[in-house]
């Protein structure tokens, strides 16, 4: 199995700039190692972590998440088109690539030629999951995975993410939610001001801990308590 690790803190702690620094979508020199299996990542920028097996779901489904002037088809395969199209056009393969992965995440469109733009929010989301679905991605991040979509479709995302955990998919999940930070992680980290001021499994964790370290009330004592 893998996991879910849920990252809470206030915003402006530093949450998504950690995150995009761990793929290297940072401007400037960003340090530290990435390990996947044991196994040192050479990441110098986005590009070398889909490589890696690192996919990443922004916060901003529509302005860095999609595309939303093309369509459910183009958005699908379009961390893929090396893993589709090798050596030459392959529209079938494409077709049925985005076929699978709409009738997996049961996204409501009377087509895959539908343009994102014209699909609801929680259904854009979806396309956005799907297309990282599609590179096999070891570690799926997911920013705010919930935020803009109504109950059924939060449901059917948890839904996901569990059946992800359960293929040995490790899934980060950064949320603003403190009952879904706790419905849904493993562990749980807590940040403030730019910095890791808590980690523990979820049963060590409730709402008044999180906020705690997150507005700095915390004991520094037992800030890393697993």
């Not at 996919?55 to 489904?61: A, F, M, N």
């Not at 199209?85 to 529209?91: A, E, K, L, Y």
């Amino acid at each position: 199995y893998g996991e879910i690790l849920g990252i809470a803190g206030l915003v402006g702690a530093g949450r998504t700039e950690m995150i995009q620094g761990l793929i290297r979508a940072l401007p400037g020199k960003t340090t530290g190692q990435v390990y996947i299996d044991k196994k040192e990542m050479k990441i110098n920028n986005p590009i070398d972590a889909i490589r890696c097996g690192i996919g990443y779901v922004p916060e901003d489904r529509k302005g860095a998440g999609a595309v939303l002037g093309m369509s459910i088809k183009e958005n699908i395969t379009l961390a893929s088109l090396k893993k589709i199209f090798r050596m030459f056009i392959n529209g079938s393969r494409e077709t049925a690539e985005a076929d699978k992965y709409v009738s997996y995440l049961q996204i409501k469109t009377p087509s895959i030629e539908q343009k994102v733009e014209n699909l609801s929010g929680g259904n854009q989301q979806k396309v956005v999951i799907g297309k990282w679905l599609l590179t096999d991605s070891k570690v799926l991040i997911l920013d705010e995975p919930s935020r803009g979509i109504d109950i059924a479709v939060k449901a059917e995302i948890y839904k996901i993410m569990n059946e992800l955990v359960k293929q040995g998919v490790i899934v980060i999940m950064i949320s603003s939610e403190l009952p879904e930070i706790l419905g849904m992680s493993d562990r749980i980290i807590v940040m403030r001001e730019g910095k890791i001021v808590a980690c523990a499994d979820r049963n060590e964790m409730n709402q008044e801990v999180i906020m705690k370290y997150a507005t700095g009330s915390g004991s520094d004592e037992t800030a890393h308590l697993a």
